[in-house]
């Protein structure tokens, strides 16, 4: 009798309190109940999140997801960022502590599929280069056999790394630290010989840590495919769409000509697509189940997709890195947003 | 009415009758520690299978993909994950199986150097043991870490002390022997030497049990230990080709190598757990009571034989139990390793936890080993404290 009551018990239990992280739905009603995003971001990689010296996070990766929460919530500063390292991130995407992971992360299948994650479009195309000491006198990547490599661990860096040196019948000894700091420490005290990661990652080490940063090359070798952008977990399809959007609108808003400065002229435009993107036309943001100003908010918060890239990592910024491929499509580079409509 | 009342106290009802509650208790106790154990597992399927995340132990047959800088069987990047994890429990076990032996003779010597008459010995022992028990171990590891990779020079302009021996801040480097039957024969000849100590040791005691006559074990058993590899290295030809580090481009190849990673989590963690070992065996003299030393120094024993044969063998069975918890804690502590980058086995785990996204399924293999380590340790522990315990009449 009480065992079977507590069976019974058991098993409405189970029923009813069964506690799932958001899903369908849910993340966005989550945001609006909290008033706040939550965004995962780098624990301070200069030019993609890093906090300045008041704590202020800044670079590309929190400017999206300042764009998210203006979208969102009409408040580009809603946003609480968390920082994880390369290992912890899926895990906090997962389980639900974050809403958005923003963290240089690289589009692969098995992160699309199997970890229960999904891409919300590109906002940053790397890839994958080695940075050498000058003094070693070396001028290409095939010329490090036998090196030394310092790389951080649960990347795709460090499969690409073993791919690399397999492909080309290279030997290698790698020295794998978790903490972003530590492994910079270790590659500056000449632990190793070479330090890998996204080439973007490499200038913003190479600007921000490095005693000189003129004694430092980044090899001319680009060894793989990094495209990175935002995260959000499977089974919520509302709010990927709202993050892919907002990623959209950023890239079309400068393909468009839509600037931080002129955004309220841009209001009185004739251009079909900007008043459908502005919502001067409404309909966008009801489809997207936001306000019709998400993308308005989102371009006031942040700017466009190339007034990031400039404030955060352009040439006039410590990384001086060129648009190249992140350059609109009009312009010869890979930034190309679905059409609002 | 007789027969009914009988009845009833043969028979009370099974709530009234104090073995049948219990029976009831245990069996409630057992039901709801089962329920909530199904309800988490059930749960946690349920939202693995709703966010569509791939679960089960499947990934352990695909290839890893990534490198492990230091593995003591064959591995590379084209193995499994499975193989990995072998991997990297393999340099757990090595870290920690060092480290105890070393943290075991340290602590020993710096816990009687604390009792020591000497005062400037006394005091020295006393600071180490403050210093290092006191300060967080990840600090200390990230300090020895620093320290080699910092202090020591490039391969390049690697100290060289010795002709074939280099230190750099990639390591340190020694010469390995060539293949060749003379050194199996001496490495056979030191096994043998040995078991040849031990067994004389045996029928040393054994004999003066009998006879009361000493023998000279001692020196005996380290004649053995030395002689026979000699003896060995010469029958198999006295073979000197050595393997020797020599400069490439990055670094030293042939002879063998010390990473600056293994050398700083086995220093930190072993330096660590001296420190308490050190302390345990200073309680441990200290429980045997000073009449046991005076009773053996008025026989007209020496100070060394009083240390040896009445106060050890007495402390030890103070000494033992705590310890067991120290070597346990070594082990533990060995997970570390992941903050400067020894692959163990929970630093190749979290890799592999990543790459694949698997978290329960690599959390589980953690906890499944570590407890398997730990017990094993326990019971070896724990028949040697038999051994040792108070034989009573």
Redesign the interface.
């Known amino acids: 009798m009480t065992i079977r009551m507590l069976i019974a018990a058991g098993a409405a239990l189970a029923a009813t309190g069964t506690v799932v992280p958001a899903l369908a739905g849910e993340s966005l009603d989550a945001v609006r109940e909290r008033g706040s995003l939550i965004c995962g971001v780098n624990t301070g990689l200069s030019g993609f999140s890093a906090p300045d010296s008041e704590g202020v996070w800044a670079g590309l990766d929190v400017d999206v997801c300042k764009a998210v929460a203006a979208a969102i919530l009409g408040d580009g500063e809603a946003v609480e960022f968390i920082p994880s390292t390369a290992q912890q991130r899926f895990t906090m995407l997962q389980s639900g502590e974050i809403d958005v992971l923003s963290r240089n992360t690289t589009w692969t299948l098995t992160r699309d599929t199997a970890l229960g994650l999904n891409f919300a479009g590109v906002t940053f195309y790397d890839g994958q280069g080695f940075m050498v000491p000058a003094e070693l006198g070396v001028t290409s990547a095939l010329e490090l056999d036998g090196a030394t490599v310092c790389v951080q661990p649960g990347t795709t860096t460090e499969l690409n790394l073993a791919d690399y040196f397999r492909a080309n019948e290279m030997e290698f000894d790698a020295v794998v630290i978790e903490s972003f700091e530590e492994v910079n420490a270790a590659y500056f005290a000449g632990r190793c010989d070479v330090y890998t990661t996204d080439a973007s990652g490499l200038a913003s080490v190479r600007a921000t840590t490095a005693p000189n940063p003129a004694d430092h090359v980044i090899l001319p070798e680009i060894i793989s495919k990094e495209p990175l952008g935002p995260v959000v977990r499977h089974g919520d399809d509302e709010f990927l769409d709202i993050v892919k959007w907002v990623v959209f609108a950023l890239i079309e808003a400068e393909e468009k000509g839509i600037t931080q400065a002129n955004l309220d002229e841009m209001l009185e435009s004739t251009d079909p697509a900007v008043q459908r993107l502005l919502g001067v036309t409404e309909g966008m943001g009801e489809a997207l189940g936001l306000s019709e100003s998400w993308a308005y908010d989102a371009i006031a918060a942040v700017g466009n997709y190339g007034e990031i890239f400039d404030r955060n990592v352009g040439p006039e910024t410590a990384l001086g890195l060129e648009r190249g491929v992140n350059d609109l499509w009009t312009r010869g580079g890979l930034m190309y947003a679905m059409p609002a409509r | 009415m007789a027969v009914e009342t009988r009845d009833d106290r043969a028979r009370p009802s099974l709530w009234n009758d104090p073995n049948g509650r219990a029976v009831?208790y245990q069996?409630?106790l057992i039901?709801?520690v089962l329920?909530v154990a199904?309800?988490l597992v059930?749960?946690t399927l349920?939202?693995?299978e709703?966010?569509?995340?791939?679960s089960g132990f499947g990934f352990l047959d695909r290839e890893s993909?990534?490198?492990?800088?230091e593995s003591l069987v064959p591995y590379a990047?084209?193995d499994t994950y499975g193989r990995a994890f072998v991997v990297g429990l393999l340099n757990t076990f090595k870290v920690a199986v060092i480290g105890i032996v070393i943290a075991t003779v340290l602590g020993t010597v710096i816990g009687i150097a604390r009792l020591s008459s000497n005062w400037l010995v006394a005091k020295l022992a006393s600071s180490y043991v403050e210093v290092l028990r006191n300060i967080p171990l990840l600090l200390q590891l990230?300090f020895w870490y620093?320290a080699i990779?910092?202090s020591l020079p490039?391969p390049r302009d690697a100290l060289n002390p010795v002709d074939g021996v280099f230190l750099s801040?990639?390591g340190f480097k020694v010469p390995l022997p060539e293949p060749h039957i003379g050194f199996t024969l001496l490495a056979v000849g030191l096994v043998a030497g040995l078991v040849g100590a031990w067994a004389v040791g045996r029928w040393a005691e054994a004999r003066r049990n009998r006879t009361g006559q000493p023998f000279p074990s001692l020196g005996v058993g380290a004649g053995l230990i030395v002689g026979l590899p000699i003896l060995g290295w010469l029958v198999g030809g006295a073979p000197t080709a050595l393997d020797m580090p020599e400069l490439?481009?990055?670094?030293f190849?042939g002879g063998m190598t010390l990473t600056?990673?293994f050398a700083a989590l086995l220093f930190g963690l072993s330096t660590y757990t001296a420190s308490f070992i050190a302390e345990i065996v200073r309680s441990g003299i200290l429980a045997v009571n000073w009449g046991q030393s005076e009773a053996g120094l008025s026989l007209g024993l020496s100070r060394g034989t009083v240390l040896r044969l009445i106060v050890l063998p007495q402390a030890l069975r103070v000494i033992v139990p705590p310890t067991t918890s120290q070597y346990l804690n070594l082990t533990k502590n060995s997970s570390l390793a992941?903050?400067?980058?020894y692959?163990d086995l929970v630093?190749v785990g979290?890799?592999t936890?990543?790459?694949?996204?698997q978290?329960i399924e690599a959390i589980s293999i953690f906890m499944a080993v570590y407890l398997s380590i730990s017990l094993a340790i326990s019971y070896v522990m724990n028949r040697y404290n038999e051994r040792i315990a108070l034989v009573e009449r």
């Open positions: 009831i069996i409630l039901a709801l329920g199904w309800y059930s749960n349920a939202n693995l709703r966010q569509q995340i791939a993909g990534f490198q492990i800088s990047a084209s990230f620093g990779t910092v490039h801040n990639r490439g481009r990055f670094r190849t600056p990673e992941v903050a400067i980058g692959p630093h979290n890799t936890l990543n790459q694949t996204g978290a």
